[in-house]
């Protein structure tokens, strides 16, 4: 689920807000050869960062697929494999299969198999890898996001389940959903005689969970929970870099505040819940309740007055 966060201090607010594009549909064409088994992609209500659509899907290149029979007591996958799935890559126009070895075909026009893919393939910075049950779904356990925003990625996931008949022409639609959560950040002031300066770095995310486990179970639900290992810190801080934070702010809406990330660089985060700062009588922490916070240096001040006052 979306979410908006407001956090208000003295005359001015920042705004942190996941964000969302509409759904679009396209890359339905080509690749369908007799009984293979082909794909197409959709994207499900963006909250992610570069890939809002089908071309910044292919662009990316790659999905891993898994897929199990949906109906038979076969327990192993039919497609991929219990610690991968198979790579499919985009040619030219269409999506196929990154190694021929791991094309299959439909067992019969009615059988269904049940799929399940995600991107990006390469898990090097997510440092976890999929397991695949037929019971169990797929699953990414001790699943880590990067504290560094240079190092994050839009991790996506997709599910379907589906037989040769209803795919028609368009073959398996494997719609993909994005896993984590872009925030963005919006500065106003209570009057337009007053200016918000955000310092260099100025803006930081606290007690961030970095590590969670994504699964998405048969009937395709998708959620996150706690890791199963806890070997790294669960909660750290993020600071903003200067490049996503513009200065001098001059708005009495949230609508004419200029977004300080941007849409092809923003921060990511797993969907986790956030609460007021609340410091202590000497100001330098904040009370641990476990919840993630905001920590912003700023000054606000008066654009006729040369009184500045600092938060």
Request: proline share 5%; hydrophobic share 40%; charged share 20%.
């Amino acid at each position: 689920m979306k979410k908006h966060y407001l956090i208000g201090f003295a005359a001015c607010t920042l705004v942190l807000a996941s964000c969302s594009s509409k759904n679009k549909i396209d890359d339905l064409g080509g690749g369908k050869t007799d009984d293979a088994i082909s794909f197409s992609t959709s994207i499900k209500d963006s909250r992610g960062t570069a890939i809002l659509d089908n071309t910044g899907l292919q662009a990316a290149g790659s999905f891993g697929v898994t897929a199990f029979h949906s109906a038979t007591d076969q327990p192993g996958p039919y497609m991929g494999a219990a610690d991968a799935g198979a790579k499919i890559i985009y040619k030219t126009d269409k999506w196929d299969y990154d190694k021929p070895a791991d094309a299959r075909y439909w067992p019969d026009a009615e059988a269904s198999l049940t799929f399940y893919g995600y991107t990006p393939v390469d898990g090097t910075k997510r440092g976890a890898a999929p397991v695949f049950t037929k019971d169990g779904g797929m699953v990414f356990d001790n699943y880590v996001v990067p504290i560094a925003v240079a190092d994050q990625e839009d991790f996506m996931w997709a599910y379907t389940s589906t037989n040769k008949t209803e795919s028609g022409a368009n073959g398996v639609v494997m719609m993909f959903h994005h896993a984590l959560v872009r925030v963005n950040f919006k500065a106003r002031v209570t009057t337009s005689t007053l200016k918000v300066d955000i310092a260099e770095n100025g803006i930081t995310i606290c007690n961030i969970k970095k590590k969670g486990k994504v699964t998405v179970v048969p009937a395709g639900t998708f959620s996150w929970g706690d890791p199963t290992a806890a070997d790294v810190p669960l909660l750290n801080n993020i600071i903003v870099p200067s490049n996503l934070a513009k200065i001098e702010y001059n708005a009495t809406t949230p609508d004419q505040a200029t977004a300080v990330s941007l849409p092809t660089n923003s921060v990511m985060l797993m969907p986790q819940e956030f609460a007021a700062w609340a410091p202590t009588p000497g100001g330098t922490a904040a009370t641990a309740s476990g919840l993630g916070y905001l920590k912003v240096m700023c000054k606000i001040y008066s654009a006729t007055a040369p009184v500045t006052y600092y938060h």
